[in-house]
């Protein structure tokens, strides 16, 4: 596993994301009441980058056309088709600052 640097905890909010390129990778990153999550930044619907979407708890939607995920399994919470899984990744916490492994 390599670590990626995402940024200090303070700069991410509560409910909001953030993206980084991790090992050629997009991966979306969310504060859920201080709780630090990520998965893939891209749809798999269409394409979409998932930061520029809403974060509501868990419940991340996708700016495009609605498609709700589960930021803490990158699961599909709701979708009008069935599609494909996103990968989540472990987020880590040292000394306040994050970092993401893939």
């Given at each position: 596993m390599t670590k990626f640097l995402v940024g200090d905890i303070s700069d991410l909010?509560?409910?909001k994301l953030i993206n980084i390129t991790a090992g050629g990778k997009e991966?979306?990153?969310?504060?859920v009441d201080g709780i630090f999550f990520a998965m893939d930044n891209i749809c798999s619907h269409a394409g979409a980058e998932l930061h520029e979407g809403t974060l509501n708890g868990k419940e991340l939607k996708c700016p495009w056309h609605g498609a709700k995920w589960d930021i803490t399994t990158g699961n599909l919470i709701w979708f009008p088709q069935n599609?494909?899984?996103l990968e989540s990744y472990k987020v880590v916490i040292e000394d306040n600052i994050l970092y993401v492994e893939t």
């Open positions: 909010e509560d409910g991966i979306v990153v969310g504060n599609l494909q899984k």
